[in-house]
């Protein structure tokens, strides 16, 4: 079903390769964070899409490439969406999508304008933790909508939900995942998380897949937080630092060996990190062990090691990272770990009508 009043034409910007509602949930309290004094600031929750909206894509990271950038535009549309390219989808800046002030501005521009109803980032790569102090929070606090990313937009996640209190979503991108076209189990999470306003329930893996498993017992119940290890421990010490008291922390990583995931866990636990968590996420670290030889511990040896002792449930091999299939979380809602019913399940809407 389409909203109406809508005429806008498909690809409101070309491409120019070289070749071709808001809903407020208050609770305030002082935190420290980084040693500063914070207070927390009410949930926003952005207005669900439907068919027919217009979806924003940016480039915040680094640059994509043509084809995927293409295919992924037509999978959108073939899923009733009109599409609004940023400036920075076809630029290159080195290893950047566009200069920094250029990659903010294309962000800021998507929430301000009225024209646009959710935002899907083209890739990850590196780059968005030059943006943090670049973004207008204020502006996007009062024009909340869906944005979607993952891998190192969770430096945007971070900074997005912990200043504004907008609800964010871990999930598939418009180049890296929708280029391919996105696997039922993929858009099912996805278009569940972002189109319908209901609880999306237990987040399971795909049946063709081992299931995750938990690898320290017992019960929690939380909002979601996190995303990429890498850059949620490099957000410490800084003001944009992650907050993870009475919250569910999930995790993902890729091509990171175990010596590397022990060594990042290991600082998170030393700035007490995991300790302040309800319950953590750990996903499928794809790649994590391609160079793995004798008497290298494994990535879930490495978890129970590290997260063993925590006292809290810990769920490892959930499909949300780098994987072709990959469910959508909304970071900001309320969910629950029990490893007793052996469940992870999302209990709050993420979005309104």
Known sequence: MRRRGRTRSKHTRPLNF????LRVSYFCSKNYIGGDLIFSIPQIKPKRLLPGDTIGVVAPASPGDEESTLAGIAWLEAQGFYVHLGKTVDQT???????DA??????????ASPAIDGIICLRGGYGTMRLLELLDYDMIRTHPKVFVGYSDITALHTSI???TGLITFHGPMVGSDMGKGL???TWDYLSRAITVSAPLGSILNPADSLPPSFIAQGEAQGQLTGGNLSLITATLGTPYEIDTRGKILCLEEVAEA?????????QLLLAGKLQDTAGIVFDVCANCELELEP???????VLRDRLGDLQKPVLYHLHFGHTADKATLPLGVTGVLNSFLNNFEIIETATTN
């Open 18 to 21: 070289a070749s071709s509602r």
């Open 258 to 266: 175990p010596y590397r995931i022990d060594r990042m866990l290991t």
């Open 295 to 301: 008497p290298d511990f494994t990535v879930e040896e």
């Open 102 to 111: 250029l990659r903010a501005a294309d962000i800021n521009t998507m929430f």
């Open 161 to 163: 939900r912990q200043k």
């Open 183 to 185: 696997s039922d189990y």
């Open 93 to 99: 800046f080195g290893y950047l999508a566009g200069a």
